[in-house]
C-alpha cells in the first residue's frame, strides 16, 4: 500500500506561492516526511525533509500538521523553473531506502 | 552539477547484449543507490551499497547486478539485455546508509539506455 497521497497535478502562477499537499495517514512515530523534486529527466533533487515540526530553507517550507498524517511543501514565489514532478515520501524507522511514488506533476505558468 | 558522476550519458545496445553503468559518489559520501525510471514504472529502487557492501536489494532483476570498489565508486552490470529494460538509470550517493542519513540523497543526471 502506497504510504502518501498526493493530487496527480497542479498549477500555478509565476511568482504565487505554490502549495502542494501530501496526505500521509499511516505515518508512523520514527518515520520522516521527505520531499524531492524531479526537472524533465533529470535525476531528483532533494527538497527539504522533517519529522514533526515545520521546517523551511532555502528552497522550502515544510508545514506538518500536529497529528503528522498530512503535510504540505510550500515553495514561495514559484517561476517557471519550478515546474516538475513533486514527490512526497514517507521513510525510516527501520527503512533502508527511499521508495518514490507518482509525485505531483507541478506546471508553473506566466 | 551535483558531484554524483554518472557515465556514459546514452547508452544504445541491442537485445541480448551486456553494458555496465558507472556511477562516481559525491566526495565523502559512502552510500550508493541504484535507481530505474521507465516511462510506466516510475523510480524504481534496484539495490544499494554501503562502503562496499550490499546493504539493500530492491525490485532487481537476476540479470542485473552492482557492485562497489574500494575507491567507493559503482556499476550496475545489466545483461541479456531485453527492450523493456529501455529506462533512465539513476545512481544517487549519501553520506551514510539510509535511514541514519538524514541529509537526502543526492542525484546524478543518469545514464538512458535504449535497447534495440
Known amino acids: 500500500d502506497a504510504k502518501t497521497t498526493q493530487p496527480p497535478s497542479m498549477d500555478c502562477a509565476e511568482g504565487r506561492a505554490a502549495n502542494l499537499p501530501c496526505n500521509h495517514s499511516?505515518?508512523?512515530?520514527?518515520?520522516?516526511v521527505y520531499w524531492y523534486r524531479q526537472i524533465h529527466s533529470q535525476g531528483p533533487q532533494y527538497i527539504i525533509h522533517?519529522?514533526?515540526n515545520n521546517e523551511t530553507n532555502e528552497m522550502a517550507s515544510l508545514i506538518i500538521t500536529e497529528d503528522r498524517k498530512s503535510s504540505t511543501l510550500i515553495r514561495p514565489h514559484a517561476t517557471l523553473r519550478d515546474t516538475a514532478v513533486y514527490y512526497c515520501?514517507?521513510?525510516?524507522?527501520?527503512?533502508?531506502?527511499?521508495?518514490f511514488g507518482t509525485g505531483t506533476q507541478l506546471k508553473v505558468e506566466l | 552539477d551535483s558531484g554524483v558522476t554518472q557515465t556514459p550519458k546514452h547508452l544504445i545496445t541491442a537485445t541480448g547484449q551486456r553494458v555496465t553503468l558507472r556511477c562516481s559518489p559525491r566526495?565523502?559520501?559512502?552510500?550508493v543507490y541504484w535507481y530505474q525510471q521507465s516511462l510506466d514504472q516510475g523510480l524504481q529502487f534496484l539495490i544499494q551499497?554501503?562502503?562496499?557492501?550490499?546493504?539493500a536489494k530492491g525490485n532487481i532483476l537476476e540479470r542485473f547486478s552492482a557492485q562497489q570498489f574500494p575507491d567507493l565508486h559503482s556499476e550496475l552490470n545489466l545483461s541479456s539485455l531485453e527492450l523493456g529494460d529501455s529506462a533512465l538509470y539513476f545512481c544517487?550517493?549519501?553520506?551514510?546508509?539510509?535511514?541514519?542519513?538524514?541529509?537526502?540523497?543526492?542525484f546524478g543526471s543518469g545514464t538512458r539506455l535504449t535497447v534495440v
Open positions: 551499497y554501503y562502503n562496499g557492501e550490499e546493504r
Open positions: 499511516t505515518i508512523s512515530g520514527n518515520e520522516y
Open positions: 544517487a550517493s549519501s553520506v551514510e546508509t539510509f535511514p541514519s542519513s538524514l541529509y537526502g540523497y543526492t
Open positions: 522533517g519529522l514533526k
Open positions: 566526495s565523502g559520501d559512502l552510500s
Open positions: 515520501i514517507v521513510e525510516g524507522g527501520g527503512g533502508n531506502k527511499l521508495t
